[in-house]
Nanobody, 114 residues
Framework: QVQLVESGGDLVEPGGSLRLYCRVFGTLSRIGTMAWFRQAPGKQRELVSSITRDGREGYAEAVKGRFTISRDNDKNTISLQMNRLNFEDTAVYYC????????WGQGTQVTVSS
């Protein structure tokens, strides 16, 4: 049973940066593509970024060039570096495998506000 715990969310001003972490309680190296998702108030959960087991990255158009996903199989951690944050990035951020196979964690709140 894989457990996912997200952290790193905070209140940040527009243009600021945050780094999110997803601790995977399981063997990350055995898991395929992992991803970050987000859900803004009143909206459906959406895919933000993904990373394959061997490190190939994918990004939604809205975050391309601003966000960077990374994966450390030894530390069982997925990270998301978020730069040049804007109001539209405000959401609860979750990690999971690309198909949402595992039980969703609590997520971590990112609020972009001046």
């Amino acid at each position: 049973q894989v457990q996912l715990v997200e952290s790193g969310g905070d209140l940040v001003e527009p243009g600021g940066s945050l780094r999110l972490y997803c601790r995977v309680f399981g063997t990350l190296s055995r898991i395929g593509t992992m991803a970050w998702f987000r859900q803004a108030p009143g909206k459906q959960r959406e895919l933000v970024s993904s990373i394959t087991r061997d490190g190939r990255e994918g990004y939604a158009e809205a975050v391309k060039g601003r966000f960077t996903i990374s994966r450390d199989n030894d530390k069982n951690t997925i990270s998301l570096q978020m730069n040049r944050l804007n109001f539209e990035d405000t959401a609860v951020y979750y990690c999971n495998d690309l198909n949402g196979h595992f039980e969703w964690g609590q997520g971590t709140q990112v609020t972009v506000s001046s």
